[in-house]
Nanobody, 121 residues
Framework: QVRLVESGGGLVQPGGSLRLSCAASGSIFGIVDMGWYRQTPGKQRELVAGFTSGGSTNYADSVKGRFTISRDNSKNLVTLQMNSLKPEDTAVYYC???????????????RGQGTQVTVSS
């Protein structure tokens, strides 16, 4: 069984920084893509940053220049460094990945449990 385990998050003042990490574990034949989404009450979930199947990165316009996503393929780990945080970055952040558990299986979508990020003075 594939699991996405998130860490990081918490409360930070505006202008501060936080780092989120997401580690995929379990039966993993290959990771197609992996990234971070966020959601606030009453709003649609939005992509924050992620790695595409081709290895390139995508960022939401609202976080470009402030957030950086990186990965360690040897550990199936993705990290989101968030700098210059703003109150509007407050949300539950979810790690999401499309993973092929076995060589013979179809690609499946997995999501972490979510971690709260609150930016407030």
């Amino acid at each position: 069984q594939v699991r996405l385990v998130e860490s990081g998050g918490g409360l930070v003042q505006p202008g501060g920084s936080l780092r989120l990490s997401c580690a995929a574990s379990g039966s993993i034949f290959g990771i197609v893509d992996m990234g971070w989404y966020r959601q606030t009450p009453g709003k649609q979930r939005e992509l924050v940053a992620g790695f595409t199947s081709g290895g390139s990165t995508n960022y939401a316009d609202s976080v470009k220049g402030r957030f950086t996503i990186s990965r360690d393929n040897s550990k199936n780990l993705v990290t989101l460094q968030m700098n210059s945080l703003k109150p509007e970055d407050t949300a539950v952040y979810y790690c999401n990945a499309h993973i092929k558990p076995f060589s013979w299986s179809a690609v499946q979508n997995y999501r972490g449990q979510g971690t709260q990020v609150t930016v407030s003075s």
